[in-house]
Nanobody, 113 residues
């Protein structure tokens, strides 16, 4: 089992930035890919982006160039830096690890003026 705990969500104006963090604990040696998914109201959960232990990145087209994922393997953390946020980025953001897979409980990001 892998436990994932997110932090950093909140309310931001369009064009603003937010930084989400996720800390992993438990059977952390068993997973390779970590990252983020999101689920907007009334929509299915969708990929935001992921990163492997070796640093290989995947981003959704909708966030590429605005969002950046980084990872600290020594601290078992993954960070999502979100810039140029738009109202359509409003969603619950979930941390993900590929063992299980495993999910955090989610953190709400609201982009509104």
């Amino acid at each position: 089992q892998v436990q994932l705990v997110e932090s950093g969500g909140g309310l931001v104006q369009p064009g603003g930035s937010l930084r989400l963090s996720c800390v992993a604990s438990g059977m952390i040696l068993w997973f390779d890919r970590m990252g983020w998914y999101r689920q907007a109201p009334g929509k299915q959960r969708e990929l935001v982006g992921t990163i492997t232990r070796g640093g290989i990145l995947i981003y959704a087209d909708s966030v590429r160039g605005r969002f950046t994922i980084s990872r600290d393997n020594a601290k078992n953390t993954v960070v999502l830096q979100m810039n140029s946020l738009q109202p359509e980025d409003t969603a619950v953001y979930y941390c993900y690890a590929d063992t299980g897979p495993s999910w955090g409980k989610g953190t709400l990001v609201t982009v509104s003026s």
